[in-house]
């Protein structure tokens, strides 16, 4: 065997054409490993654009159909805006008291309500009209009276038409008077005889102070205090002129939107939602600190570097 190699060792000295043969072949070899080489790497970074492509376009697609509901709601909320200023601009009726005092009581807790005190408030028939409700201590003057009455007229027909897609359709004014329709629960009929609206995002989110720009805003996650459904509120603020007058206002169930997330997603991906002002909606790693706070933790109370690098 060591004869051998030494012939072939021999030969390949001896030999000019061996030489040129096994330096062309060198030679291709090495021209084969470096376009391999660049072919790979180029259809890599090929896929990964095309990957990156279909990626941007699906989280654009997904932002537009999941915030589809929140446009609607702006929409529906200045349509009802709209009309109810310009029907409050109108002179009020001469027996407007007569007429509030047909279909309002006074309760023994000092508030007003479109509802006898005595009777259950499960009696009130929520489908077809909308609950109301004034603070106590609260003057109930003839223009509230002017203000509620369109309210409840308003906010009944157009409650009813858009409860299909929307829990709740409601007014709350300065004055902290209520005017909810909600198909199946009459909240108005349940508020606290205290009841302070600006101790709430989802009136003093759109009030002068906070937001003084005057257009649709929307509030945070929050467990519904009465259903414990997760939700958002949908938020126009009403001003007459320079003054703020109160809210009109949508309240959007999120509950399927959060499984949506957690669980429709592409292959090797995760979703995440958070609001503007960066509390966190919807995290797969977080979704029990997002429940245990109420939905109020925010992204820089969390300590994740990457997350932070996304806000």
């Known amino acids: 065997m060591r004869n051998l190699w030494k012939q072939a060792w021999h030969f390949y000295q001896s030999s000019l054409t061996a030489k040129t043969l096994l330096n062309i072949l060198l030679r291709v070899t090495f021209v084969v490993l470096v376009s391999t080489t660049v072919s790979y790497f180029h259809v890599m970074h090929d896929l990964e654009m095309r990957t990156l492509s279909q990626l941007d376009h699906y989280i654009i697609e997904r932002g537009q159909r999941e915030s589809s509901i929140f446009q609607l709601a702006e929409d529906n909320l200045t ?24 279909t309002f009581f006074s309760w023994p807790d000092g508030t007003t309500r479109n509802h006898p005190g005595d009777v259950s408030p499960w009696e009130f028939d929520t489908l077809r009209e909308a609950t109301a409700f004034i603070a106590k201590g609260v003057e109930v003057s003839a223009t509230l009276k002017h203000k509620l009455s369109v309210a409840q007229s308003l906010i009944s027909s157009h409650g009813a038409a858009w409860s299909n897609r929307f829990i709740n359709t409601y007014l709350i004014t300065v004055e902290r008077a209520i005017s909810m329709y909600w198909q199946d629960l009459p909240l108005a009929l349940q508020v606290q005889p205290d009841f302070l609206p600006s101790q709430y995002e989802y009136f003093y989110a759109a009030d002068t ?24 509120s949908a938020v126009l603020p009403l001003y007459e002129g320079n003054r703020f007058e109160g809210i009109l206002a949508h309240d959007i169930k999120l509950d399927h939107l959060i499984e949506q997330t957690l669980n429709e997603h592409l292959p090797g991906t995760y979703n995440i939602v958070f609001s503007r002002d960066g509390r966190l909606i919807a995290h797969p790693q977080y979704i029990d600190e997002i429940h245990q706070a109420n939905g109020a933790i925010k992204i820089s109370d969390i300590d994740d570097a990457h997350l932070q690098r996304i806000f």
């Open 79 to 102: 349509t009802l805006r709209d009309r109810f200023l310009r029907e409050i601009r109108q002179p009020i009726s001469r027996d407007i008291s007569a007429k509030f005092e047909k």
């Open 209 to 232: 102070q906070h937001y003084p720009s005057r257009e649709a805003v929307r509030t945070g996650v929050y467990p519904d205090t009465v259903t414990g459904v997760w939700m958002a």
